[in-house]
């Protein structure tokens, strides 16, 4: 076991003194999936663009609430939530879209999972350039709490890795987890605050959004952009669940990481 | 110093059917419990079995052998891709490993790019990789096409270029599926000169092959596989009297 642990360590570190590789990797990826169309990755952001207007008009008639009210916090919502949703989705992919590499070169494996990190990095820094806008149109101004916005987008991406790393092992091995993952998603979509607010829910069942961990990676993110603070509670349940997080993985990881390439 | 030291090496496949690659199959078996030994879900492949190999500078070592005997994945243990879960596996030295010469390239970009990709893939870094460009540049004869993405490559150049970056360094373990040749008639001559340097370069070769004149041609020692042990290991004509048998 002291064995695995020290190469995973190696694995660990490797993985950040190749940035060059993973950020090539994840760059080529963007660049790969929108080569040669003309606004390239902005066709993403263009097309939450629409969503978010359409979502925005029917839920403001639906919620009895004004659009001013109701659209920022939409559009913050969907935007962050396309990041956390695309990352955990992405995370099960990590190992079984590297195979090429894996059974070619030895490289580190960790490689793989922030190449995941910087793809979806940069997709959400091209939808984010829709913020400005919805600042003019909307004639808000977050003020100083927009700069707690990279705080909580570093506690979510470094939790994303932990699990990139978790589940990118695990999808390895069985491969109709990405389908599970998938469709619990969907369900967490519901049941997290991004079409809704917290305080519509009746005040015996709103505490219930506290414990789900997607809403509060959510709020870390979201809420600075649209001017509050996140609670310290949000603060303190996201460097939790880092811990947790990595106590878990890495050991896992430990355990399993040789095994990867075997079941590619 | 380069070496490399193999003791009882074993590498198995675990050949999972779809039941078993399957999480809810997989929680249902538990849940139930006991095992049907008819539905065996743990069948695996041994691909090498119980391997011992001592290599040191200037040994030159050709491996031959049937289909299957397990030569690629006696390859990619000294590559480092398996990490074998029983025996010792030590080596000593880089290693570069020449099984897929095009890995890592990328259509969409340009050849410069796939220039300082495919260096970046060869474990250089990137201001190493920029410096060698001129002479990989002389070297593949593409010209202006270095400037045009890899997609409107033919095949050919595309081989060019992989093959002139990959050689463009020479590694202290050189592992080799196969020989590797790229290009047309004056190509062919030239890549050849320019590999023949880099494996007597190289401190230690080892090439899979089934051509024998290849592994007479290149190697001082000589290895027979079957069913993914070492049958014979000793000087090349020995070796090759029985493969041929």
Known sequence: MKEHVAAATDDLRHGFTEWRIWLLLGMNDIRQRYQRSRIGQFWITLSMLVTIAALGVVY????????????????????VWALISAMVTDACYVFTGAESYLRQVPMSKSIFVHRMLVRNLVTFAHNVTIVPLLYAVFGVWPGWPVLLAPVGLVIVTVNAFWVGLLMGTLCARFRDLPQIVASLLQIAFFVTPVMWKQEQLPREVSWIVDLNPLATFLRLVRDPFLGTVPKPSAYLMGIGMMAVGFAVTIPFFARFRARIVYWL | MASISLEGVTIEFPIYN????????????????????SDATHVSVVALRDICLD?????????????????????????????????????????????????????????????????VFLGLRVNDVRRMIPEIEAFTELGEFLKLPLRTYSSGMMLRLAFAVTTAVVPEILIMDEMIGAGDAAFVVKAKARLNQMISNSRILVIASHDVEIVRRFCNRAALMETGRIVSLGSVEQVIARYLQ
């Open chain 1, 60 to 79: 403001s008639y639906l919620f009895r609430m004004s659009i001013r009210d109701y659209l920022p916090s939409l559009t913050m919502g969907i935007l």
């Open chain 2, 18 to 37: 779809a039941r078993a690659r399957r999480l809810t199959g997989e929680l249902f078996r538990r849940a139930v419990g006991g095992n049907i030994k």
């Open chain 2, 55 to 119: 290599l040191a500078d200037g040994d030159r070592l050709g491996l031959v052998g049937h289909n299957g005997a397990g030569k690629s994945t006696l390859l990619r243990v000294l590559a480092g891709i398996y990490e074998p879960p029983s025996g010792r596996v030590r080596i000593a030295g880089t290693v570069a490993s020449l099984t897929d010469i095009t890995m890592g390239m990328d259509l969409e970009a340009t050849g410069y790019e796939n220039i300082v990709l495919r260096g």
